[in-house]
T-cell receptor, first 114, second 111 residues
């Protein structure tokens, strides 16, 4: 079946522009996570949704970052007034309910801020 | 911060076993050891997890020491497609805790 998809795969933005990154999780997956991966580093947690509820946003680096999942399926990560330090790969993952079910990751969106 | 320590890189000859070590000396009794890998330009992929017993699946084997302070991921017959960054993660079994990644081990499988 289809995995987690993300779009666009690559995004180039000028500093100060707003961007929106989309995640389509696996159908029926209740939980959705966003991670940020800087070059040469492991992914770092940004935020987590269970259905449409954003239960944890402790990893969002600033109030320029905003995520939503209004209908409990597709999620959008929005970054306002992008800065060069926002350049990274943004990964989305989803999982079913249950203690040990692994997270399934999408291919990521590589954001470059010039 | 990640609670694990892994070597930054390793090489392995194609067809040989790849043994990837991980130290997690501060692991708690209710924490599991998970392994994920990330092939270039892809998202991380789950491999295996365990609590205290050795585990095996179609991808790999996981050996956890009796004191649970370290573990080894074994790829029994490495192929070029196994070239990736391998992440060892400790976490509680509550499913919705986020994964805390370190820098992982970059495994290069050489023909």
């Amino acid at each position: 079946g289809a995995g987690v998809s993300q779009s666009p795969r690559y995004k180039v933005a000028k500093r100060g522009q707003d961007v929106a990154l989309r995640c389509d999780p696996i159908s029926g997956h209740v939980s959705l996570f966003w991670y940020q991966q800087a070059l040469g580093q492991g992914p770092e947690f940004l935020t987590y949704f269970q259905n449409e509820a954003q239960l944890d946003k402790s990893g969002l680096p600033s109030d320029r970052f905003f995520a939503e999942r209004p209908e409990g399926s597709v999620s959008t990560l929005k970054i306002q007034r992008t800065q060069q330090e926002d350049s990274a790969v943004y990964l989305c993952a989803s999982r079913t309910s249950g203690a040990h079910n692994e997270q399934f990751f999408g291919p990521g969106t590589r954001l470059t801020v010039l | 911060d990640a609670k694990t320590t892994q070597p930054p890189s390793m090489d392995c000859a194609e067809g040989r076993a790849a043994n990837l070590p991980c130290n997690h000396s501060t692991i708690s009794g209710n924490e599991y050891v998970y392994w994920y890998r990330q092939i270039h330009s892809q998202g991380p992929q789950y491999i295996i997890h365990g609590l205290k017993n050795n585990e095996t699946n179609e991808m790999a084997s996981l050996i956890i020491t009796e004191d649970r302070k370290s573990s080894t991921l074994i790829l029994p017959h490495a192929t070029l497609r196994d070239t990736a960054v391998y992440y060892c993660i400790v976490r509680v079994a509550t499913g919705n805790t986020p994964l805390v990644f370190g820098k992982g081990t970059r495994l290069s499988v050489i023909a």
